[in-house]
């Protein structure tokens, strides 16, 4: 049996997970930079989209610092909290930024990018207890979760050579972040 979460980092979950490769060293190279590089003061605000338009959050503050940070303190782990990581191929290359991994927040506009849960009353962590967690595993395509479900079952892209050009990904330039 696989457990395969998405949406979320190893962090956000068990990221204080016995013996796991987590928050404990985090902050000496999670500093989050803005699209000009200049190193955030404080973390832009978490948006709610249950408003239309978009929000801010009023359950976080608006002062969030440039680290990782509990998101229990302001929303408990079973309730839902809108915003979230960007996941499109494009704007992945931008967060992870050449391998500095520092525009997360940029790209995804919050900070809540940088957030993590204690999850350690949860079903999922028991699970964990028991069984393997992969703490080091990565995700094989960058892009979305459906591509990553394929290349986790048979390492392969699905292929669709006469697409129509109205659903083709066509970029004639990245703007860089």
Not at 20 to 25: E, M, Y
Not at 45 to 59: F, I, T
Not at 84 to 95: P, T
Request: glycine share 6%; hydrophobic share 35%.
């Amino acid at each position: 049996m696989i457990i395969y979460l998405e949406n979320r980092s190893f962090d956000n979950l068990y990221g204080h997970f016995p013996g796991a490769n987590g928050l404990q060293d985090a902050n000496k190279t999670a500093t989050q930079t803005d699209a000009q590089g200049q190193v955030y003061a404080t973390f832009p605000p978490v948006m709610s989209d249950r408003a239309k338009p978009p929000e801010p959050d009023k359950r976080f503050p608006a002062n969030l610092p440039n680290a990782t940070f509990l998101i229990d303190r302001y929303v408990p782990i079973h309730e839902k909290h809108a915003d979230d990581l960007v996941r499109s191929y494009y704007r992945q290359q931008q967060q992870i930024h050449g391998g500095k991994m520092d525009r997360f927040v940029a790209v995804s506009g919050s900070g809540l990018t940088m957030g993590y849960h204690d999850s350690s009353q949860t079903a999922l962590y028991r699970y964990a207890e028991r069984y393997t967690l992969a703490d080091n595993f990565f995700h094989a395509a960058f892009g979305g979760s459906l591509l990553n479900h394929f290349w986790l079952i048979c390492a392969c892209t699905p292929r669709f050579d006469n697409a129509p050009p109205a659903i083709r990904a066509a970029c004639s330039r990245i703007t860089q972040i």
